[in-house]
C-alpha cells in the first residue's frame, strides 16, 4: 500500500471526517442468519462463546464463533428480537448456515439466511442522534447501545438498533425490507444531508479506515487466530459448554503464542510500500532489526484520519514487541501503538 492511497485522497477523507465530526451514512447490509424455535437460546449458547442465554428480548451482544480447535471462524452480532426469535449479522452467512446445519442435530431449532429480505443502512456520528429523531416516529433518546426495536419511517415499518461498526458514541442501524429500501434511503439522506453530513461511498472508509481506527477487528484479520491472541478472551463464558472450549481451556493454560498488536509507519519516506494481508497474501514479514528471525505478518494497514498517521494492526509471536518499540517492516521506520487511534 502506497502511502498517498489514503493520506492524499481527499474524497475518503471527507467521507471518513464526516462520520467523525458530523454525521454519515451508508448502505452496508450483513448478511443475516434468523434463529427461531424453543431451543433457538440453547442452540446458540453452544455455537458461540460468550453467554447469549442472558440476552434480553431487544437486546444484542457481540461474540466470535470457534471451531473445535479454538480458532475464530467468524465474529457476529447476535440480536434476540422475540422471545424464541434471534437475528446473527455476519459477513459469512453462506458458512454460518452450514455450521449451523451440522451443529444444530438434537435441537428444536430452524435456521434461515434472510440477508436477500433485508437492507440495513448505517448512520454513524456526533449527530446522527438527530437524524434519527428526526425520521423515526418514536425516535432514539431512551435507546441504549446494543438494543434494538421496531419503529416507523413515513409510515415504513423497520428495526432500529443503536450499534455500528465506527467506534461512534452515536451510531445506528436501521433494518427494512428490500421493497421499502429506496423510499427509506431517501429519509436517511435528506436529513443527513440537512444536518451537514454525507452520504459514505467508499469501502475502504466504512470497512477500514474507521473501524480500524477504532480498533475493531475485520473477520479477515481474525483468520486463524484465537481470541487470547486478539485480546477477545473476555468475550467467553467458561461455566458454560461450547464448540471450542477443549482447545481453548488448553490455551488458556500455556498462555497464547501469538499476540495483536498496533502500529504507525513513522519513516519520512511518502513512498513507502507495505503489504498487509487484507488485499490478499499472508501480509509483509516483520522483522526485529539484527535478526534474522521473522516474529510475524502486517494484518490490515490503512490510515487515521483523526490522526493523520498510516497505521495498522500486525499478529506477532508474543512478547517480541512491546508498546513505544521501533522496528522496520519492508525497510520502513515503524513504532508500536495501542490500537486505537480515537
Same mark, same amino acid.
Given at each position: 500500500?502506497?502511502?498517498?492511497?489514503?493520506?492524499?485522497?481527499?474524497?475518503?477523507?471527507?467521507?471518513?471526517?464526516?462520520?467523525?465530526?458530523?454525521?454519515?451514512?451508508?448502505?452496508? %447490509?450483513?448478511?443475516?442468519?434468523?434463529? #427461531?424455535?424453543?431451543?433457538?437460546?440453547?442452540?446458540?449458547?453452544?455455537?458461540?462463546?460468550?453467554?447469549? +442465554?442472558?440476552? +434480553?428480548?431487544?437486546?444484542?451482544?457481540? %461474540? #466470535?464463533?470457534? /471451531?473445535?480447535?479454538?480458532?475464530?471462524?467468524?465474529?457476529?452480532?447476535?440480536?434476540?428480537?422475540?422471545?424464541?426469535?434471534?437475528?446473527?449479522? %455476519?459477513?459469512y452467512?453462506?458458512? +454460518?448456515?452450514?455450521?449451523?446445519?451440522?451443529?444444530?442435530?438434537?435441537?428444536?431449532?430452524?435456521?434461515?439466511?434472510? #440477508?436477500?429480505?433485508?437492507?440495513m443502512?448505517?448512520?454513524?456520528?456526533?449527530?446522527?442522534?438527530?437524524?434519527?429523531?428526526?425520521?423515526?416516529?418514536?425516535g432514539?433518546?431512551?435507546l441504549?447501545?446494543?438494543?434494538?426495536?421496531?419503529?416507523?419511517?413515513?409510515?415504513?415499518?423497520?428495526?432500529?438498533?443503536?450499534?455500528?461498526?465506527?467506534?461512534?458514541?452515536?451510531g445506528?442501524?436501521?433494518?427494512?425490507?428490500?421493497?421499502?429500501?429506496?423510499?427509506?434511503?431517501? @429519509?436517511?439522506?435528506? +436529513?443527513?444531508?440537512?444536518?451537514?453530513?454525507?452520504?459514505?461511498?467508499?469501502?475502504?472508509?466504512? @470497512?477500514?479506515?474507521?473501524?480500524t481506527? @477504532?480498533?475493531?477487528?475485520?473477520?479477515?484479520?481474525?483468520?486463524?487466530t484465537?481470541?487470547?491472541?486478539?485480546?477477545?478472551?473476555?468475550?467467553?463464558?467458561?461455566?458454560?459448554?461450547f464448540?471450542?472450549?477443549?482447545?481453548?481451556?488448553?490455551?488458556?493454560? /500455556?498462555?497464547?503464542?501469538?499476540e495483536?498488536?498496533?502500529?504507525?509507519?513513522?519513516?519520512?519516506?511518502e513512498?513507502?510500500?507495505?503489504?498487509?494481508?487484507?488485499?490478499?497474501?499472508?501480509?509483509?514479514?516483520?522483522?526485529?532489526?539484527?535478526?534474522?528471525?521473522?516474529?510475524?505478518?502486517?494484518?490490515?494497514?490503512?490510515?487515521?484520519?483523526?490522526?493523520?498517521?498510516?497505521?495498522?494492526?500486525?499478529?506477532?509471536?508474543?512478547?517480541?514487541?512491546?508498546?513505544?518499540?521501533?522496528?522496520?517492516?519492508?525497510?520502513?521506520?515503524?513504532?508500536?501503538?495501542?490500537? /486505537?487511534?480515537?
Amino acid at each position: 500500500m502506497f502511502k498517498n492511497i489514503f493520506k492524499n485522497d481527499e474524497w475518503k477523507r471527507s467521507e471518513h471526517m464526516a462520520v467523525r465530526e458530523c454525521v454519515g451514512y451508508y448502505l452496508f %447490509t450483513h448478511q443475516l442468519m434468523e434463529v #427461531t424455535g424453543e431451543e433457538a437460546c440453547k442452540f446458540l449458547d453452544y455455537v458461540y462463546p460468550n453467554n447469549i +442465554a442472558t440476552l +434480553a428480548v431487544g437486546r444484542d451482544r457481540y %461474540t #466470535t464463533m470457534l /471451531n473445535e480447535n479454538g480458532e475464530i471462524i467468524d465474529d457476529v452480532v447476535v440480536m434476540r428480537l422475540e422471545e424464541d426469535k434471534y437475528w446473527v449479522s %455476519t459477513l459469512y452467512g453462506t458458512k +454460518a448456515d452450514d455450521w449451523f446445519y451440522y451443529h444444530s442435530e438434537g435441537y428444536d431449532v430452524e435456521t434461515y439466511e434472510i #440477508t436477500e429480505d433485508w437492507h440495513m443502512f448505517s448512520v454513524q456520528g456526533p449527530k446522527s442522534k438527530e437524524v434519527l429523531n428526526s425520521i423515526l416516529s418514536n425516535g432514539v433518546d431512551d435507546l441504549k447501545f446494543f438494543q434494538n426495536r421496531t419503529d416507523e419511517i413515513n409510515g415504513i415499518e423497520v428495526i432500529v438498533n443503536r450499534a455500528g461498526f465506527t467506534g461512534e458514541k452515536f451510531g445506528y442501524e436501521i433494518y427494512c425490507g428490500v421493497d421499502d429500501a429506496d423510499d427509506v434511503q431517501d @429519509a436517511i439522506d435528506r +436529513a443527513v444531508k440537512e444536518a451537514g453530513g454525507k452520504e459514505v461511498t467508499e469501502f475502504q472508509v466504512f @470497512a477500514w479506515t474507521l473501524p480500524t481506527e @477504532a480498533g475493531f477487528y475485520y473477520m479477515r484479520d481474525l483468520a486463524h487466530t484465537n481470541p487470547f491472541e486478539v485480546g477477545l478472551e473476555k468475550n467467553i463464558n467458561w461455566e458454560k459448554d461450547f464448540i471450542g472450549k477443549e482447545a481453548l481451556l488448553k490455551i488458556k493454560e /500455556n498462555g497464547p503464542e501469538r499476540e495483536m498488536l498496533g502500529f504507525e509507519v513513522i519513516d519520512e519516506n511518502e513512498d513507502f510500500y507495505i503489504r498487509a494481508k487484507q488485499y490478499g497474501g499472508p501480509g509483509e514479514p516483520i522483522f526485529i532489526d539484527g535478526e534474522e528471525e521473522e516474529i510475524g505478518r502486517v494484518s490490515k494497514m490503512v490510515y487515521s484520519y483523526v490522526r493523520n498517521v498510516n497505521n495498522g494492526y500486525m499478529l506477532v509471536k508474543k512478547g517480541k514487541l512491546h508498546l513505544g518499540d521501533k522496528f522496520r517492516i519492508h525497510g520502513y521506520e515503524c513504532v508500536v501503538t495501542e490500537k /486505537n487511534w480515537l
